[in-house]
T-cell receptor, first 108, second 112 residues
Framework: RKEVEQDPGPFNVPEGATVAFNCTYS??????FFWYRQDCRKEPKLLMS???SGNEDGRFTAQLNRASQYISLLIRDSKLSDSATYLC?????????FGQGTTLQVKP | DAGVIQSPRHEVTEMGQEVTLRCKPI?????LFWYRQTMMRGLELLIY????????DSGMPEDRFSAKMPNASFSTLKIQPSEPRDSAVCFC??????????FGEGSRLTVL
């Protein structure tokens, strides 16, 4: 089983839609959680950290469920510019482990 | 502000040749990471350094791969001899104590 698992998608949604991605992790001792965004042929960039109580940044909401060992990312009112791959990242034993990413394609 | 700087951006070489990738982390960052990304395996951590010291190289695929960090502002990833299955995008990233990773633009390696 992979340490961090994501549905690769692609998720094809119309502009304005709400879309959610989930990610599961295998190590219950994992300490910190993040979502990174990667545009085509570019480097990954931090989108947001994920806090235990859940957190929101504009149209983006991240949540953590430690009991079930998953994190989620919700994007509201999706824009064309949201099209990218979203990488779930987990800090475990001092190492940042990346999921394979979920691809989002927002269409007009 | 300068981000993480990697070179070369693109490298095309023939099987058996030595490949050296270079990285300059963000000034003041004390951790440096080398990742490799392929379609099949996604982003894989190869090795990371804290304060120039290699901490975990368990992700280095085999003895053909080596990495060094002779000082706080420079690191290299070397593949010798290279093989076609080494073709990938190699990213260098650095972080400060806050833990946020900042990636370079990557070195796209093609081994023929």
């Amino acid at each position: 089983r992979k340490e961090v698992e994501q549905d690769p998608g692609p998720f094809n949604v119309p502009e304005g839609a709400t879309v959610a991605f989930n990610c599961t992790y295998s190590n219950s001792a994992s300490q910190s959680f993040f979502w990174y965004r990667q545009d085509c042929r570019k480097e990954p960039k931090l989108l947001m950290s994920v806090y235990s109580s859940g957190n929101e940044d504009g149209r983006f909401t991240a949540q953590l469920n430690r009991a079930s060992q998953y994190i989620s990312l919700l994007i509201r009112d999706s824009k064309l510019s949201d099209s990218a791959t979203y990488l779930c990242v987990v800090l475990t034993t001092g190492k940042l482990i990346f999921g394979q990413g979920t691809t989002l394609q927002v269409k007009p | 502000d300068a981000g993480v700087i990697q070179s070369p951006r693109h490298e095309v070489t023939e099987m058996g040749q030595e490949v050296t990738l270079r990285c300059k982390p963000i000034s003041g960052h004390n951790s440096l990471f080398w990742y490799r990304q392929t379609m099949m395996r996604g982003l894989e951590l190869l090795i990371y350094f804290n304060n120039n010291v290699p901490i975990d190289d368990s992700g280095m695929p085999e003895d053909r791969f080596s990495a060094k960090m002779p000082n706080a502002s420079f690191s290299t990833l070397k593949i010798q001899p290279s093989e076609p299955r080494d073709s990938a995008v190699c990213f260098c990233a650095s972080s400060s104590r806050t833990g946020t990773l900042f990636f370079g633009e990557g070195s796209r390696l093609t081994v023929l």
